[in-house]
């Protein structure tokens, strides 16, 4: 309180003297600048406590205009042609304020500037990707509510993705459902936790008493508390909840820089609140906690892309020649950003980008920001192949389950065995999970569904293979050759061809298409085979080729 009451009174003050005209009589010149410095405090004090707008002088400009045109006329003489010159200052300043957005584009471009590769690694089959849809997660915990006590006090709060101790989670705070339940409940009771990996997995709630919350009122509300902790700092985007190692929550929330002006935004760091007792900290970037995965808000990541994309070639461009401009998608899941995690535990969000022209759906590459650095990578993809944006493949979806009228959620792009493939999680209208739909960005005749991500990318390589395409970009494909006896078979038709699994005597199984192999349809117990696959290290190997000794 101690910001706003010093910049209230100054501001207020410095209100008056530009206001009030100091020819007038000193007894009424007086009795005018105390009277309108107190109404101007009141004012001031009232805007600052309910916007938590920051105590920078710089958010004061448009007073400034205000008060230097209202003492230029009331004042008379020499003293109306020195508060002339004042309101043409401001008038100056004003104009540099409105105008940043059009001549600040390229700093907008540098501070967003991504390194660029062509293709992401490819995924590690053996692994299985945070592919639980948000949606999902919050209908579970909804109807897991019952184990809040005194229910009708909270509601649920937002979703917040997180790897904790190897494993990656939702959660999600319980908030207050309204003023007078944080009146009567004063702490909302804990926290939420599901898998993000594991569509069967229930909710759990975890008992932690929190004061300062999103959801609380007055001085135990969370962001105004945050501002008057740090009165200066310009926070960009939404407090997050995040927590360590030992299940303890914390409030994160970024904070950063204008562009220029009061414009734009350069994430520099955030604000930690311990919710429990309103401990507040602050970090650099680069010193961010180690359990902390989002230290970089989706809003700020969800701007950046946007300068990125809009202003390769600065402003004017953006608006008339668009040449070079490409528009990140809205589908996702956190202010238009997916949140994902790559094989070394990292969060990073990811986005694609199209074309500006209305009704083409080809990508024009993607990115993933760090979510602890807002370092980001922009992939090119490959440029002999044109591939299918998130919205296209939503679209399929869409198509493809018209009758169950089932619509995906959270499409994000891997690079499965190779090939640049959509992994989109399927709902239906009352948002349950059905499935998890494949398809190919490059050709999108190839897709699958399966119940798990681990069964769609089983039958997903099957759909390549057969496809005419290979499995040679997988994370681990070593090819080898082995010679055995078959010691188990096992044959499912999938759409047009046969699918055959089968046991080799070293131990090893083995999975191949009749699409690639016709003749592996006569494969039986006890014959010897010679086979060439793809050492991918999954609990059925890729093949390449096989040989049936006495048939081929």
């Known amino acids: 309180m101690t910001s706003v009451f010093i910049i209230s009174v100054v501001a207020a003050l410095l209100t008056a003297l530009l206001v009030v005209p100091l020819t007038a009589k000193r007894k009424d010149m007086v009795t005018s600048i105390i009277g309108l410095t107190i109404l101007t405090f009141i004012v001031l004090a009232i805007i600052y406590y309910v916007t938590n707008l920051d105590r920078n002088w710089t958010a004061l400009w448009p007073l400034l205009v205000i008060t230097t045109l209202a003492g230029m006329i009331l004042a008379k003489g020499q003293e109306q042609k020195v508060k002339g010159i004042l309101f043409l200052g401001s008038l100056g300043l004003a104009i540099f304020m409105l105008t940043a957005p059009f001549w600040n584009a390229d700093q907008k471009y540098k501070v967003a500037e991504m390194q660029q590769e062509v293709e992401i690694e490819a995924f590690d089959e053996t692994k299985t990707p945070a592919s639980v849809p948000p949606k999902f997660a919050r209908n579970k915990m909804k109807k897991a509510f019952g184990q809040v006590p005194n229910t009708s006090y909270y509601e649920l709060g937002n979703l917040q993705i997180q790897k904790v101790k190897e494993e990656y989670v939702y959660i999600a705070p319980v908030e207050f459902s309204g003023l007078f339940k944080w009146w009567n409940g004063d702490v909302t009771p804990g926290y939420f936790t599901m898998s993000a990996t594991d569509s069967s997995d229930n909710p759990k709630f975890i008992e932690a008493e929190m004061s300062y919350t999103p959801s609380s009122y007055f001085h135990k509300n969370l962001e105004r508390h945050m501002r008057m902790k740090h009165s200066t700092k310009i926070f960009y985007g939404d407090p997050q909840l995040e927590i360590d190692e030992d299940g303890k929550p914390y409030y994160i929330r970024s ?187 490059a050709n999108p005749e190839i897709s699958v569904y399966g119940n798990t991500p681990n069964e769609a990318l089983k039958l997903y390589k099957t759909a390549i293979q057969r496809g005419g395409s290979s499995v040679d970009g997988s994370s681990n494909a070593e090819e080898k050759s082995v010679t055995g006896t078959v010691v188990r078979v096992f044959k499912e038709r999938v759409g047009d061809f046969t699918q055959v699994s089968f046991l080799l005597d070293n131990k090893q199984s083995y999975i191949v298409s009749s699409e690639v192999a016709p003749l592996a349809v006569y494969m039986q117990e006890g014959d010897k085979v010679q086979v060439t696959f793809l050492n991918t290290e999954e609990l059925f190997l890729p093949v390449k080729e096989v040989t049936i000794e006495g048939i081929q």
Do not use: C
């Open 255 to 441: 904070y950063g820089s204008f562009i220029s002006a009061r414009n734009g935004f350069d994430v520099k760091g955030i604000v930690v609140v311990d919710p429990a007792t309103g401990q507040t900290d602050s970090y650099k970037i680069g010193d961010v906690p180690a359990f902390i995965d989002g230290a970089v808000s989706p809003e700020t990541v969800s701007l950046q892309n946007s300068y990125f994309g809009k202003y390769i070639h600065g402003f004017i461009n953006s608006l008339f020649g668009k040449k070079d401009v490409k528009l990140p998608s809205d589908e996702g899941t956190e202010a238009n950003v997916s949140p994902i995690f790559a094989e070394d535990g990292q969060m990073y969000y990811f986005t694609d980008f199209t074309s500006p022209k209305e009704g083409v759906d080809s990508m024009l590459g993607y990115s993933l920001t760090d979510g602890r650095t807002g370092e980001a990578t922009y992939y090119t993809g490959n440029l002999e192949e044109s591939y299918m944006d998130s919205q296209g493949a939503l679209q399929i979806i869409e198509k493809k389950f018209i009758e169950k009228k089932w619509s995906g959620e959270m499409p994000v792009l891997y690079n499965f065995y190779g090939e640049a493939s959509w992994l989109t999680p399927v709902l239906d209208s009352n948002g349950f999970l059905q499935n998890y739909f494949i398809v190919s960005a």
